[in-house]
């Protein structure tokens, strides 16, 4: 009888013992365990980081303690936005094999939980959003509206954008556009009111980190770089939207652009032999928070197979810089420069050229406002000029609407502010100015004055007046009511 309790007591002794023995952090973990390939692949990818010596010793066996260690450096210094899904998910998986010394350790892994959460709801399904804006529009003589009546209601817009994560590098964007400016093909079609997919495109990640897209987007240079005031509709050239290939590439404070796409939809004489290909190239250079300089050029070619065929090619070179003498003044500009074909410029000036400088003040300097000081000097041959310091409305008039094609030079400056009172108030104004350097043509002005007031996250308010003067009693003003609705 004492002998079979002794052995009962052993048995029950081993029984109990054992899953202690299992926690003990100081243990070994057993060669050949998974614990030892998840980390060795972690930190292949440079998630984890091994020993503090910086080497993990995958041959050499580790206790448990020793392994939780690593985990919970890689806790402490992964960037979880970069992480692939992979990673994250046997990160996690490793947390949970050694989640006792972990929780010995003090460590937090909410952050982990919360990310591959997202991560998850990324790779799960559509996303949905829009915008609409609706426009009451009140003006003298009808030159803002587009069917040339002094009153006018309409839908500006309506936009739905659809969105899917199709995988952790590959996501697809699409938006259906209806309202004004939505054909989808260029500026051209600014008076357009039918409904199509005015953007759809693929992004992914191809090798040696290259960002590539194809399908149709809209490329605009000059905003990218901040070289327009932020309630112009335009910049000085480019900004239409594109079909075709785009492929981006980082080399440090270098990045590098280039688009090979078909039909651009500047076309400026639209006829059976109008079929174009379009090619760009972007080159900018940041080497510290207060310069930045670049290099972009656009090649638009005809299929010119027919020697009878107009000549029509277009080639656009631009250089820009900025030099911010603080976080709050910038000096910045650009200069194009161009090649007309033969039948392009019409016996004219067949190599305009166009320029502007900016001087960029932010409110945080001046406290009440902003400022933005700009000076044009475009020749008037120089080709997809898009009007310049036109409130961003989609049809609207230009100070430079009335530029001849000659050979002299239209100068335009401009003055603006904008002042942000508090979250919900914002109020604008500006005052523009073009000079045709022509006879018989007067100068035109411009003058505008808003108030936004946000309602709600979702919800705006813009009420704005805008007058315009092209000389010779021929000139308009504007009330506008705009409703905004974001979702």
């Known amino acids: ?47 984890v980081s091994g020993y503090p010596d910086g080497a993990f010793k995958g041959a050499q066996p580790a206790t448990r303690y020793e392994v939780a260690s690593v985990v919970a450096r890689a806790l402490a210094q992964v960037d979880v936005e970069k992480a692939s899904k992979q990673d994250l998910e046997m990160l996690k998986k490793l947390v949970m094999e050694f989640k006792d010394e972990l929780d010995a350790l003090g460590v937090k892994v909410d952050k982990l939980d919360k990310r591959v959460g997202v991560l998850e709801d990324r790779l799960g399904g559509w996303k949905l959003r829009g915008s609409f804006q609706f426009d009451a529009n009140f003006s003298g003589d009808g030159l803002y509206n587009e069917n040339g009546a002094e009153t006018e209601f309409h839908k500006e817009w309506f936009a739905l954008v659809l969105t899917k994560q199709i995988d952790e590098t590959t996501s697809l964007y699409a938006r259906l556009r209806m309202g004004q400016y939505v054909a989808g093909t260029g500026r051209n079609d600014i008076s357009g009111t039918d409904t199509r997919w005015d953007r759809i495109y693929v992004d992914m990640k191809l090798p040696y980190d290259v960002d590539f897209r194809v399908g149709r987007w ?115 500009g650009i200069y194009y420069f161009q090649n007309l074909g033969d039948d392009l410029a019409n016996g004219n000036e067949d190599s305009p050229k166009a320029w502007k400088a900016v001087l960029d003040v932010k409110q945080d300097l001046l406290k009440f406002t902003s400022l933005w000081l700009q000076y044009m000097q475009i020749d008037n041959t120089f080709y997809g000029l898009n009007q310049q310091n036109n409130m961003d409305w989609g049809v609207a008039i230009s100070v430079t609407d009335n530029m001849p094609f000659n050979d002299n030079s239209t100068k335009v400056w401009m003055v603006a502010a904008e002042q ?56 308009d003003h504007l009330i506008k009511f705009r409703t905004s609705v974001s979702f």
């Open 420 to 475: 942000v009172w508090n979250d919900k108030w914002t109020t604008f104004l500006k005052y523009a100015e073009a000079d045709y350097d022509t006879d018989d043509y007067e100068d035109a002005k411009n003058w505008t004055v808003g108030a936004t007031y946000q309602y709600t996250p979702a919800v705006a308010f813009q009420l704005v007046y805008d007058n315009i003067d092209f000389g010779d009693d021929d000139d």
């Open 1 to 47: 009888m004492k002998k079979f309790l002794a052995v009962l007591a052993v048995v029950a002794l081993v029984a109990f013992a054992a899953p202690a023995f299992a926690a003990n952090p100081f243990m070994d973990v057993p060669a050949g365990h998974w614990a030892y390939d998840a980390v060795a692949q972690l930190a292949a990818r440079g998630v």
């Open 218 to 332: 809209l490329q605009d240079f000059e905003g990218d770089q901040g070289l327009y005031w932020g309630y112009d509709a335009n910049p000085m050239f480019g900004s239409y939207r594109m079909d075709g290939f785009r492929a981006h590439k980082a080399w440090g404070n270098f990045n590098v652009t280039g688009i090979v796409a078909r039909n651009a939809g500047i076309d400026p004489e639209p006829r059976e032999e109008g079929q174009f290909m379009h090619y760009a190239l972007d080159i900018n250079f940041r080497p510290n928070e207060k310069f930045w300089a670049g290099a972009t050029g656009y090649w638009l070619q005809g299929d010119f197979d027919d020697a009878d065929v107009l000549d029509e090619n277009v080639n656009t070179y631009g250089i820009y810089a900025g030099f911010a003498f603080n976080p709050n003044v910038e000096l910045k």
